[in-house]
């Protein structure tokens, strides 16, 4: 049995993308450990989609809450920061160790989260202090990808249908991730690498391991652990850490796989991946708009295969949500008419104190002139005059 299973938190950061969140919620619940605790924070608040995003993490607090807590106090930020200030709360004074999940991020096997603990105990009893973090095995990742095609035997269906010329990297001046040119006949696996880019290849690579887990569990199978390049961006979907990894990080940037990346680099922390844990990640941004028709079949299909007595979704039929939506715009649109029309009146009600008492104030004497010419002002600088 691990020796931090316990000491361990799951930490998902939420936001916005309601749909996604449904999907994952349903599958950790469904491969969640009784006794592990998932804290989802939500980080962020006021738009129609966050306030859905919020509203499928407390339904999952009210059917596991034994298990899942929300967040909702910490105010919204730059993500680094929202989780740094979870982190060292004393909500998690009792924790030692961190497993931080993406929102669209989620398993598919029900020894995942012991599986990822005893790994970390493993690696840290021959590298020490020299471990980074440990992460799993994700299917829509730049360097999970190129390894799910190699063991599902897809590698070569990739060069001959899917591989094509293209850019990977961010910008040509970026120090960490270069804009770089990739042939057709070749694979990125480094950060913002080929299947980043290229949504149609996380399609391809969806529909033969979301839609077919079964086929991409037997695959992953004693298959064991595996450096990750530490030199490289590694996009972090899943890695289970010691809470004061997250500390050590801070370089002052907001971006916390930047922050990670220059950490591991300079300091040669390892990063080891356990290819025996197999995990799904939804979309990146740059997928999203490309993929998001992929949201329908991929809910229908595990609303039967993890056979849970409740739906996945709160509101599958997009004309009711479309119905909510509107609503939601015309309660926030009602409310700015309401606070225009309130300043309208009272700019009118000061601009008729601040004439009664500049009057006043002209045609008395002594005190009670002071004592009107200081309302004036007081009304004058409301007015801005």
């Not at 049995?1 to 919620?25: Q, R």
């Not at 004497?365 to 007015?383: A, I, P, S, T, W």
């Given at each position: 049995?691990?020796?931090?299973?316990?000491?361990?938190?799951?930490?998902?950061?939420?936001?916005?993308?309601?749909?996604?969140?449904?999907?994952?919620?349903a599958c950790h619940s469904r491969f969640l450990d009784s006794n592990s605790k998932i804290f989802i924070l939500q980080n962020g608040r006021g738009t129609y989609d966050c306030e859905r995003t919020y509203n499928v993490a407390k339904r999952y607090e009210i059917l596991y809450p034994n298990n899942i807590e929300v967040v909702?106090?910490?105010?919204?930020?730059?993500?680094?920061?929202?989780?740094?200030?979870?982190?060292?709360?004393?909500?998690?004074?009792?924790?030692?160790?961190?497993?931080?999940?993406?929102?669209?991020?989620?398993?598919?096997?029900?020894?995942?989260?012991?599986?990822?603990?005893?790994?970390?105990?493993?690696?840290?009893?021959?590298?020490?202090?020299?471990?980074?973090?440990?992460?799993?095995?994700?299917?829509?990742?730049?360097?999970?990808?190129?390894?799910?095609?190699?063991?599902?035997?897809?590698?070569?269906?990739?060069?001959?249908?899917?591989?094509?010329?293209?850019?990977?990297?961010?910008?040509?001046?970026?120090?960490?991730?270069?804009?770089?040119?990739?042939?057709?006949?070749?694979?990125?696996?480094?950060?913002?690498?080929?299947?980043?880019?290229?949504?149609?290849?996380?399609?391809?690579?969806?529909?033969?391991?979301?839609?077919?887990?079964?086929?991409?569990?037997?695959?992953?199978?004693?298959?064991?652990?595996?450096?990750?390049?530490?030199?490289?961006?590694?996009?972090?979907?899943?890695?289970?850490?010691?809470?004061?990894?997250?500390?050590?990080?801070?370089?002052?940037?907001?971006?916390?796989?930047?922050?990670?990346?220059?950490?591991?680099?300079?300091?040669?922390?390892?990063?080891?991946?356990?290819?025996?844990?197999?995990?799904?990640?939804?979309?990146?941004?740059?997928?999203?708009?490309?993929?998001?028709?992929?949201?329908?079949?991929?809910?229908?299909?595990?609303q039967k295969w993890l056979n849970l007595v409740f739906p996945i979704s709160i509101c599958p039929d997009k004309t009711i949500e479309n119905e909510n939506r509107m609503r939601f715009l015309e309660t926030g649109l009602t409310n700015v008419v309401h606070h225009m029309e309130s300043s309208k009146f009272n700019k009118f009600?000061?601009?008729?104190?601040?004439?009664?008492?500049?009057?006043?104030?002209?045609?008395?004497?002594?005190?009670?002139?002071?004592?009107?010419?200081?309302?004036?002002?007081?009304?004058?600088?409301?007015?801005?005059?």
């Open positions: 049995m691990s020796m931090i299973k316990n000491k361990t938190a799951i930490v998902i950061l939420a936001y916005a993308d309601f749909e996604s969140l449904e999907i994952s919620l909702d106090d910490i105010p919204p930020q730059r993500p680094y920061y929202a989780i740094k200030q979870l982190l060292d709360s004393d909500r998690l004074k009792d924790y030692d160790y961190i497993c931080k999940l993406d929102d669209d991020v989620f398993p598919i096997t029900d020894n995942w989260f012991a599986k990822l603990c005893d790994t970390y105990d493993k690696q840290y009893a021959v590298l020490g202090d020299k471990l980074g973090y440990v992460t799993s095995l994700v299917n829509n990742n730049p360097w999970g990808t190129k390894r799910v095609m190699d063991l599902m035997g897809l590698y070569d269906e990739y060069l001959k249908k899917y591989s094509r010329d293209h850019y990977v990297g961010f910008e040509l001046d970026d120090k960490y991730v270069p804009l770089k040119f990739v042939r057709r006949g070749d694979y990125n696996d480094g950060g913002a690498g080929t299947v980043w880019k290229l949504a149609y290849v996380a399609r391809w690579i969806h529909e033969n391991t979301t839609l077919m887990p079964e086929k991409y569990i037997d695959a992953t199978r004693g298959r064991g652990t595996v450096e990750v390049n530490n030199q490289e961006r590694y996009s972090i979907n899943c890695m289970v850490f010691e809470k004061s990894f997250w500390n050590k990080i801070d370089i002052g940037s907001p971006d916390d796989e930047h922050q990670t990346l220059v950490y591991c680099k300079d300091n040669n922390k390892k990063i080891i991946a356990d290819l025996e844990v197999p995990m799904v990640h939804l979309f990146f941004y740059p997928q999203r708009n490309e993929n998001k028709d992929m949201i329908v079949p991929i809910r229908d299909y595990y009600s000061n601009n008729a104190k601040y004439l009664k008492y500049k009057i006043l104030s002209k045609i008395t004497f002594g005190k009670v002139r002071r004592r009107y010419k200081e309302k004036k002002n007081r009304y004058m600088l409301k007015l801005g005059k």
